[in-house]
């Protein structure tokens, strides 16, 4: 395979040899019909989805991210949900990229599987490395630092990330000693 995905690998295969019996149908038959009832179909979804101008349309507006709390996000408690849920925030990509983010197509567009964390480690010099959480480095919903990171990580952006005890040292703020 060339790298794509194995249902691209599969596609692209059928794409190439239009006498599969994979092409024929009850409604279309043949390659080029049944591709062109696909394109009809997206097409006729799409406007359905975002409106009658094509040049409006991005794939943002449909692949949206909603942080759903483990405990309490799916609580059927509108307000408690309220609370603890983020979102929808926009966002690129697609399953066959490396910042993969996934959807179930029978339910729609919005996204269902994400990386929780980014990391971009220079091996060469680990205090230029960085990084993004999905929400925030908080676990308490009323904290700065709950949801401080969900709009960034949507953006594709990621933060520094000090490593070294040196760099740890000079980018803290705060230190909490433990004594016994």
């Keep these: 395979m060339d790298g794509r995905s194995r249902g691209m690998h599969v596609v692209s295969r059928l794409l190439a040899d ?14 080029d019909a049944v591709l062109a009832a696909a394109m ?7 406007t359905e989805l975002l ?6 349309w991005r794939w943002g507006d449909l692949h949206t991210l909603t942080a759903t709390h483990d405990s309490f996000g799916t ?29 179930n197509t029978a339910e729609g567009y919005g996204i269902t599987t994400v ?3 980014r990391m971009v480690v220079d091996l060469a010099d680990r205090d230029s490395s960085t990084w993004i959480h999905l929400t925030g480095n908080s676990g308490h919903a009323f904290h700065p630092n709950y949801d401080d990171q969900l709009e960034p990580w949507a953006r594709g952006e990621t ?5 070294t005890e040196e760099a740890v040292r000079a980018a ?6 433990l004594v016994p």
Excluded: C, K, Q, Y
Aim: glycine share 12%.
């Design 40 to 46: 009809d179909a997206a097409v006729e979804e799409l």
């Design 172 to 177: 803290h703020t705060d230190e909490l000693t």
């Design 75 to 103: 609580s059927g408690i509108g307000p408690v949900e309220w609370l603890f849920n983020r979102g929808p925030v926009e966002s690129a990509g697609g399953s066959d990229l490396v910042n993969a983010t996934g959807w």
């Design 51 to 56: 409106g009658d101008t094509p040049a409006d």
């Design 18 to 31: 239009p006498d599969s019996t994979w092409w024929e149908g009850e409604e279309v038959s043949g390659r």
């Design 159 to 163: 933060l520094p990330w000090a490593v």
């Design 115 to 117: 990386p929780s964390m």
